[in-house]
């Protein structure tokens, strides 16, 4: 499966910022949790969202009411919605996808650039 992210930019601090990820693959998507990750410039990469495929959206402690993960099964497409943006958000963000069912694999998309000015 392909994953590509976009939404990605520069944007003032304080502002909001949509990310989209689309997935090529529905046998995928359907059967994935899906989640967003992100790597800032020397730093690891880490766990921002994720939507389990049979339980609830989990965040990281930084992001918790500030980022809203969403899931369209029915277009494949999976958002982060970022708002009260700060400048440690700077980042490379990244789709993922962790299939669950009928065998595991794990799936990443190129990773779309989100800048937050102060």
């Known amino acids: 499966v392909q994953l590509q992210a976009s939404g990605g930019g520069l944007v003032q601090a304080g502002g909001s910022r949509r990310l989209s990820c689309a997935a090529s693959d529905n046998a995928i998507f359907s059967v994935s949790d899906m989640g967003w990750y992100r790597q800032a410039p020397g730093k690891q990469r880490e766990l921002v969202a994720i939507?389990?495929?049979?339980?609830?959206?989990q965040y990281a402690d930084s992001v918790k009411g500030r980022f809203w993960i969403s899931r369209d099964n029915g277009r494949n497409l999976v958002y982060l919605q970022m708002n009260s943006l700060k400048p440690e958000d700077t980042a490379v963000y990244y789709c993922n996808a962790k299939k669950i069912i009928s065998g595991k694999a794990e799936y990443w998309g190129p990773g779309t650039q989100v800048t937050v000015s102060s």
């Open positions: 939507w389990p495929l049979s339980s609830s959206p």
